[in-house]
């Protein structure tokens, strides 16, 4: 399985951008897509995530800015980010909680795409 995010780059304070990601390989379902991000120094941290049944968790510091929308038949999730602010700056890695064909599940994660918070 791989995970390929996309959409990462530099965006002014206040302002929006989308994160998207797209899963492949041999797939029979996924359980939960998302993100997560990690800053220099920092822990990595929940962003956001949505399941299967459509329910959403967010991280407190997006809640409110952020929204996840999910299109599993297409193995893919979008991040909307909204009123940006420079403690966003991070990198953002996606995170799937996948059930292969051959009903094996597992976590995967993606390689990570940065989003620089700047003016």
Partial sequence: VQLQASGGGLVEPGGSHVLSCAASGSIFSIDLMGWYRQGPGNQRE??????????????????????????????????QMNNLKPEDTSVYYCYGRIRLVTKVGGEYWGKGTPVTVSS
Avoid: C, P, Q, W
């Fill in 46 to 79: 929940l962003v956001a995530t949505v399941t299967s049944g459509n329910s959403m968790a967010y991280g407190e510091a997006v809640k409110g800015r952020f929204t996840i929308s999910r299109d599993f038949n297409k193995k893919s999730v979008h991040l």
